[in-house]
């Protein structure tokens, strides 16, 4: 055949996922860990991976991970699932809870993955906008639920990219308004120090996504895990790839899990250079920050600048951020992960040197 039938339909409204992610002498644009994981837990982990047989099928559901991160969160083996990263999680959850004549309640400006796997499964999509500081409409996803045609709804908190949290109340007060599945996405939650576990007690359609990708410093390793009620994560069992997550990832993110105290000066050391950064961009005229629980800013440019160009000319100087500049609800916005103190540094001297020109 010189020519191929047309793929699934849905698939005409989607581009194919493009993370802009350009080589620079300081990468900033994709929330990660600025420090790899160190050098003696590295050590450990060439020793784990020695043992793990290739030849093998690796433990499909990773009981091992499941049962430390059971430990660590108080609860049992099957309250517990691992991914392929937190975005497998994200996909198996469109497939178990969407679908053809279901509904995807979403909180734009988000995480645009949920926004795409809703498509790529024929859920519909209603989306109740967030309010003009990036905070959840309360009023407004109260009385969307109470409709009861809901069947899943993602509420990231952090929030990717504006930075804030939910608090418990409202999500207390979503998991009550109606019976679909809450996914309470804390990829970033080690840099918020807060999480909704204790509602799992409670509340049956609840499920708390995480990852090693942030804190952790794993991104390229690929490890996410839900927290949940064991009904909930035997219908993420039916769909999930059964091998997704491999043997030596496994063994990486055991060694990494059982070592997770040593991240924590690295943790607070965000922690407290995001507030850095955030004052420095508040502090330079026509830029504003949000104040941000995570390990990232958002920062918009007033009219007279063009965040586009200052994103290629902080490029050319050398730094890559995030360009939200044509994504909706986010006009004239960019995203800055925080780093080491002197990549931050070395961020806010080329901002400066190129808003001062502008
Ligand atoms: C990074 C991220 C994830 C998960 O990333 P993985 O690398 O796939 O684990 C999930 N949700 C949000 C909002 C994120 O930013």
């Known amino acids: 055949m010189r020519s191929v039938r047309a793929s699934a339909p849905q698939l005409a409204a989607i581009e194919p996922y493009d993370p802009k992610y350009i080589p620079a002498d300081v990468m900033i644009s994709a929330n990660e860990n600025s420090l790899d994981v160190p050098f003696e837990i590295r050590r450990e982990i060439e020793h784990e991976i020695r043992k793990v047989p290739f030849n093998r099928y690796p433990d499909p559901l990773a009981n091992d991970l499941r049962d430390m991160i059971a430990e660590a969160n108080g609860l049992d083996r099957d309250q517990v699932l691992m991914g392929n990263g937190g975005d497998e999680l994200l996909f198996d959850l469109a497939l178990a809870w969407g679908g053809p004549g279901r509904t995807f309640l979403n909180f734009p400006p988000t995480f645009s993955v949920y926004r795409n796997n809703a498509q790529l499964t024929n859920t519909a999509i209603v989306d109740v906008a967030r309010k003009e500081d990036f905070s959840l409409d309360e009023e407004a996803i109260l009385a969307r639920l109470a409709q009861g045609d809901i069947d899943y709804a993602i509420v990231t908190s952090p929030n990717n990219p504006t930075g804030g949290l939910a608090t418990g109340n409202i999500v207390r007060a979503m998991l009550e308004a109606s019976d679909a599945l809450i996914m309470v996405d804390e990829a970033y939650f080690e840099f918020s120090r807060y999480t909704v576990r204790p509602l799992l007690e409670e509340h049956d359609n609840l499920v708390i996504l995480r990852t090693f990708s942030k804190a952790f410093s794993l991104a390229g390793v690929r490890m996410g895990y839900l927290l949940g009620n064991s009904a909930v994560l035997?219908?993420?069992?039916?769909?999930?790839?059964?091998?997704?997550?491999?043997?030596?990832?496994?063994?990486?993110?055991?060694?990494?899990?059982?070592?997770?105290?040593?991240?924590?000066?690295?943790?607070?050391?965000?922690?407290?250079?995001?507030?850095?950064?955030?004052d420095a961009l508040n502090s330079l005229e026509g830029v504003s920050a949000f104040p941000s629980d995570s390990n990232y800013i958002l920062f918009k440019l007033d009219e007279r600048i063009d965040a586009g160009k200052v994103w290629a000319d902080l490029l050319e100087a050398g730094v890559l951020v995030r360009d939200f500049s044509r994504s909706a609800g986010l006009e004239n916005c960019l995203r800055a992960s925080i780093g080491t103190p002197e990549e931050n540094e070395r961020f806010l001297q080329e901002l400066v040197r190129i808003v001062n020109m502008t």
């Open 234 to 278: 035997n219908e993420f069992k039916k769909v999930r790839q059964p091998y997704s997550v491999d043997a030596v990832s496994q063994a990486i993110a055991r060694i990494v899990y059982a070592n997770r105290a040593q991240f924590e000066k690295g943790i607070d050391a965000i922690i407290e250079q995001r507030e850095v950064v955030f």
